[in-house]
């Protein structure tokens, strides 16, 4: 596997990154990109200034995964958005390779944190299907992983839990914040 610009990819890996998008959130985050059309503009827009997009390629050229990532603050913290890995290839370190990836390229950059929010669209955790108010932080603090919601993944690379917006998606379907600090020196 290796990891490259999307931009420079080609049509057909913009394609194949975008019906990514759709197949991967289909079950868990089925208000994230419901059609490819939605798909393909997230891609577009992925190639903005202030951006980074970034894709797996195996052996046969094929997109099997793509990370992005977005300037949020003025250079010192990035909100890395979006993450799909292929559902046929899920649990094949993928998302593991593109985490990493995408954390050097942020200290390649002075980078001092990455952000990220991930839905629980699906009661997959135990801050879905209830009213987290008004002890939010209590019951981020206290998140259970029901049902193998992807925060759990993002631990497992380091990230932890930083805040909710509660009904995010509606009521009981928070957003759970996440961050890492990547690099002790950050920007001067
Ligand atoms: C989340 C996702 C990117 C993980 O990619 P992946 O290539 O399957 O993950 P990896 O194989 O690199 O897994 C690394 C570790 O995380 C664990 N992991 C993966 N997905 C997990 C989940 N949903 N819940 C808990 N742990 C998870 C793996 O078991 C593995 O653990 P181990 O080191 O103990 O063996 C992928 O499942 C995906 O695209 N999901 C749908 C879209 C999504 O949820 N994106 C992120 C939300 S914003």
Do not use: C
């Not at 985050?29 to 059609?35: E, G, K």
């Not at 993002?154 to 805040?163: E, L, N, P, S, T």
């Amino acid at each position: 596997m290796q990891i490259v610009d999307l931009k420079n990819a080609g049509a057909l890996a913009k394609e194949q990154a975008a019906r990514i998008l759709v197949e991967a959130f289909k079950v868990s985050a089925p208000l994230a990109w419901p059609t490819m059309h939605d798909a393909l503009e997230e891609v577009e827009d992925s190639f903005g200034d202030d951006r980074i997009s970034r894709a797996a390629i195996d052996e046969t050229g094929r997109v099997v995964g793509w990370i992005g990532g977005i300037d949020a603050y003025d250079g010192h913290a990035w909100e890395l958005h979006p993450l799909a890995v292929d559902p046929q290839f899920h649990g094949q370190r993928i998302g593991t390779g593109l985490m990493r990836d995408f954390e050097d390229r942020m200290r390649e950059r002075g980078v001092a944190t990455i952000w990220l929010g991930t839905d629980d669209e699906s009661n997959q955790t135990s801050l879905g299907g209830v009213d987290i108010y008004p002890d939010v932080l209590q019951a981020a603090a206290n998140i259970k992983n029901l049902r193998r919601h992807a925060f759990g993944f993002y631990q497992k690379m380091g990230y932890i839990v930083v805040g909710l917006i509660p009904d995010a998606n509606g009521f009981g379907k928070p957003d759970i914040l996440m961050a890492k600090r990547i690099s002790e020196k950050g920007r001067s």
